[in-house]
């Protein structure tokens, strides 16, 4: 190691970051790690899993995704369940957030403050407390059907009801599908009772994520607005062309975050009951805990987990590849190219 | 200047060592020779006051001090103790979990040691006994009756001649009973209800080692139940907005439900409602209720502690006690002698007792509960779906889950 003037630095640059390595290992690396080992093995939750347990290999996993049973059934339609949730929730949450930042951005709206706190209040509530609220506003005789009943429409049984949105038209589909659920299961849609907690998502995240547009949109200078509506955009063609590419980055995270925090979903469905009704409500991360607090099945529960953060992981990665810069590697060179000949070919067109 | 980035550094390791001290030293309170610590899942303030008085009578005599904890989650709290190897050294154990933990070696098999282990119904004592061995002693129990709202029932102009004692009677009664804002019957869409009406079609889901769910009594069990809901004399408690049958019962919603002695808690939201509890009705196969208990579970490790809970454990099953905690809070005592005396101090709940005489436990294996589980949400298909189709399915889940259960 060379010892310059500064003498050794390193040494305190070491002395200064022990004690987060220290935390964050002990904190995290290290029951990561255990529970990696938890899903191999056979623990029974009775002691500390090292020195009560032995590996049992791929086991747990191979129940829950190849070996047919209930087991393999619970957790497709758990997967089935959270994979609508996040085709529904994702887009609106992103969308209906981008809404409000667009709107609250508004230098023309009045009392852009009071606008700014109420979209943002329900993200600073208690998750417990709004799907408390939502469970009596969706009550059989709830506020909601009371509203409906005014225009003489029938609510359904909202929580209650374990059809699929879909099913009256897939209901024919008796083939098997993967993971032990059939197609018609996998098609049927989101439950009734999945549909409330949608929009609950959407109620209550789109706030958190209007704070990150609204701050990515104060960073878009006025003169660039200004110069679009010069060269004769509309506001349409401006928000599209010109807002929104340069929120693009703050668009991953939103996107990103959402993904992540959609198939975590827990604590909705442990207050609304655990998978209620008919299972249609069932998502990985309860059915993990579940599996592990009241069956004992450690391992399988560990595996579950780690299952649900490989995809977690792999749509991630999508994301990112389907987001990517277009004007960056050998397609953006390759894009480039291709601009400059047309630019070229319409130029020749003009002259001649 | 270099002393003080030493310092700093100092403290900043000083406050992980603060950091680990605090989170290795909360684990052991319950560690102490004659300290014991009781979790339980309590219906209420009257029921950890009680066990509470109790533990303290008995702690007294015995120069011991005993901590009840009532669990807001009691199955998360075990399992957490468990793990942590901090498990408390007495606590109720459901039934319906009760194979998955003996299975898994949690539970001391202590019941056998103790004097009374004789005085206990038969059929919980099997309710409680995991390969062989009597585990752990039942604290209570209860059973399933017909609970009839006597008001709505007068006005039906019903007598007591009409109280429904096979199916045909209580199709009758309900259909009678359902008016415009008030249906006859009511229960939870489950299999601990349902499943009563396949075992009195002379069902029965297990025998041996053979899973017999798709029997044509089970069968005629389920239908029984669907025509009562097609005719619209039945309905489930989430369709008439209750959450369970009691509230259906107790707001007038329904005039008759099926639950248990716990019933009783309804006086508290409806104390003008006035019912009265009769032995459910027979079907083709006989007369046949559920019973649900509890046992004092007592952990496997229990150390130097292990004993003291036996002790403790007789005290609280002892006749005189358990009719104390029937006094305060309701429930039937487990042992026939004391549950005879109770069935005379309270002759409003004296039909629960005399279905003791004929009463099942529910299907409890290690690994049933998921396949209950799947059955129940299975069922909130079953109204104007496949009965058949649904039993086929549990046939084949339970079989898997018992040759699993057989097999370790």
């Known amino acids: 190691m060379a010892r310059g003037i500064r003498g050794p630095e390193g040494r305190y640059g070491w002395a200064f970051v022990t004690p987060a390595m220290v935390i964050i290992g002990v904190f995290l690396v290290l029951p990561i790690l255990l529970a990696l080992y938890v899903s191999f093995s056979d623990w029974n939750g009775l002691g500390s899993p090292l020195g009560n347990s032995r590996p049992v290999g791929g086991e747990n996993y191979a129940n829950v995704l190849v070996e047919s049973g209930l087991a393999q059934r619970d957790f497709g339609t758990a997967i089935r369940n959270n994979l609508y949730y996040v085709l529904l929730v994702v887009p609106l949450q992103t969308a209906l957030a981008l809404f409000l930042a667009v709107q609250v951005n508004n230098r023309l709206l009045k009392a852009r403050g009071f606008f700014r706190t109420a979209f943002y209040f329900p993200s600073v509530t208690s998750s417990v407390a709004i799907t408390t609220i939502f469970i009596f506003l969706f009550a059989s005789s709830g506020a909601i059907n009371q509203v409906l009943a005014w225009f003489g429409a029938a609510g359904p049984n909202w929580f209650a009801d374990p059809n699929g949105i879909f099913s009256p038209v897939t209901g024919g589909l008796t083939a098997d599908g993967p993971l032990g659920l059939t197609w018609a299961a996998w098609l049927s849609g989101p439950s009734v009772a999945m549909c409330v907690l949608i929009i609950l998502a959407v109620f209550t995240t789109s706030g958190t994520f209007m704070l990150l547009f609204l701050a990515a949109l104060q960073n878009v200078g006025t003169e660039i607005e200004e110069a679009a509506s010069v060269d004769g955009a509309g506001s349409l063609r401006r928000f599209f062309s010109v807002t929104l590419p340069m929120l693009k980055p703050t668009l991953f995270t939103v996107l990103t975050l959402g993904l992540i925090g959609t198939w975590q979903v827990f604590d909705q469905i442990y207050l609304t009951g655990g998978g209620a009704p008919g299972k249609t409500t069932l998502t990985p991360a309860f059915l993990a805990y579940d599996t592990s607090f009241s069956e004992l099945q450690w391992g399988e529960g560990a595996a579950i987990s780690f299952i649900l953060f490989g995809i977690i992981v792999a749509l991630t990665l999508f994301q990112r590849w389907v987001l990517r810069d277009r004007d960056l590697g050998r397609s953006g060179e390759r894009r480039a190219r291709r601009a400059e000949a047309r630019l070229r070919r319409e130029a020749e067109g003009a002259r001649s | ?408």
């Open chain 2, 1 to 408: 200047m270099r002393s003080k980035t030493w310092g700093s550094a100092a403290v900043a390791i000083g406050a992980v060592a603060l950091l680990a001290g605090c989170a290795g030293g909360g684990g052991d309170a319950s560690g102490g020779g004659n300290e014991l610590t009781i979790l339980i899942g309590s219906s209420g303030d009257a029921e950890t006051q009680a066990v509470q008085a109790a533990a303290d009578a008995w702690a007294e005599e015995n120069d011991a001090s005993v901590e009840v904890v009532a669990a807001s989650d009691l199955t998360q709290q075990l399992s957490q103790g468990f793990a942590g190897g901090d498990a408390p050294d007495l606590f109720y154990m459901s039934w319906d979990q009760f194979a998955n933990y003996a299975q898994n070696g949690y539970l001391d098999a202590y019941a056998e040691e103790l004097p009374n282990a004789g005085d206990f119904y038969g059929n919980l004592v099997d309710t409680f006994t995991y390969d062989g061995t009597f585990t752990c002693a039942p604290k209570d129990f209860s059973t399933l009756g017909l609970i009839i709202n006597t008001d709505l029932w007068a006005a039906a102009g019903l007598t007591d001649a009409d109280i429904p004692t096979d199916w045909a009677s209580l199709e009758a009664a309900a259909t009678r009973l359902t008016t415009g804002d008030t249906v006859g019957l009511s229960f939870g869409l489950e299999y601990a209800r349902l499943g009563v009406f396949m075992n009195q079609a002379g069902g029965q889901l297990v025998d041996g080692d053979t899973v017999t769910a798709d029997s044509p009594e089970n069968l005629e069990g389920l239908q029984y139940v669907q025509r009562l809901h097609d005719a619209g004399v039945l309905k489930w408690p989430t369709e008439i907005d209750a959450g369970w049958g009691g509230e259906a019962l107790g707001a007038g919603k329904a005039a008759m439900v099926i639950e248990g002695p716990w019933i009783k808690g309804i006086e508290g939201d409806f104390p003008d409602t006035n019912y009265q509890a009769y032995e459910l009705p027979a079907g083709p196969g006989g007369q046949s209720t559920f019973t649900f208990t509890n046992c004092w579970g007592i952990p496997a490790d229990g150390g130097d502690t292990r004993d003291l809970a036996v002790s403790l454990v007789e005290y609280l099953t002892g006749d005189e006690q358990q009719l104390e905690f029937a006094d305060a809070f309701g429930v039937i005592p487990s042992t026939e002698a004391a549950a005879a005396t109770y069935a005379e101090n309270y002759p409003e709940n004296a039909s629960f007792v005399a279905g003791a005489d004929y009463a099942v436990s529910p299907v409890n294996f290690a690994g049933s509960a998921s396949v209950i589980t799947d059955f129940n949400s299975q069922l909130s298909g079953l109204v104007g779906g496949d009965a058949q189709g649904i039993l086929s399915s549990l046939q084949e889940d339970l079989q898997a889950a018992l040759d699993e259960a057989n097999g370790e």
